[in-house]
């Protein structure tokens, strides 16, 4: 299983970030997958999932400005970030969690694979 993230960078307050995950050696069909970030110095934060069905969750801190997605034909997972803000500052890392289809949650323990991560930037 291979995750692999991009489309990281430097925004400035008020912009948008796309993040973009390949994801390659599982079907899309029956997981569920997610976005973390982990800002120095704080712990890991699940910010928005997505199961196999397309229900989505998401932390209280991006709804209404981060927005998950999937490509099933592409094997890939998406998060439109806008709106963003200085403390959005992290490295964000794809998850997968392959046992658990719909009802995904943001419990990083509940996810078995995790890519190296990118990293955004956010300056005023």
């Known amino acids: 299983v291979r995750l692999e993230e991009s489309g990281g960078g430097s925004a400035q307050t008020g912009g948008s970030l796309t993040l973009s995950c390949l994801v390659s050696g599982l079907s899309f069909r029956r997981i569920s997958m997610a976005w973390f970030r982990q800002a120095p110095g704080k712990e890991r934060e699940g910010l928005a999932a997505i199961g196999s069905d397309g229900t989505t969750t998401y932390t209280d801190s991006v709804k209404g400005r981060f927005t998950i997605s999937k490509d099933t034909a592409m094997n890939s997972l998406y998060l439109q970030m806008n709106s963003l803000k200085v403390d959005d500052t992290a490295l964000y890392y794809c998850?997968?969690?392959?046992?658990?289809?719909?009802?995904?949650?943001?419990?990083?323990?509940?996810?078995?694979?995790w890519g190296q991560g990118t990293q955004v930037t956010v300056s005023s």
């Open positions: 998850v997968v969690d392959p046992w658990r289809s719909w009802a995904p949650t943001l419990r990083p323990t509940d996810f078995d694979y």
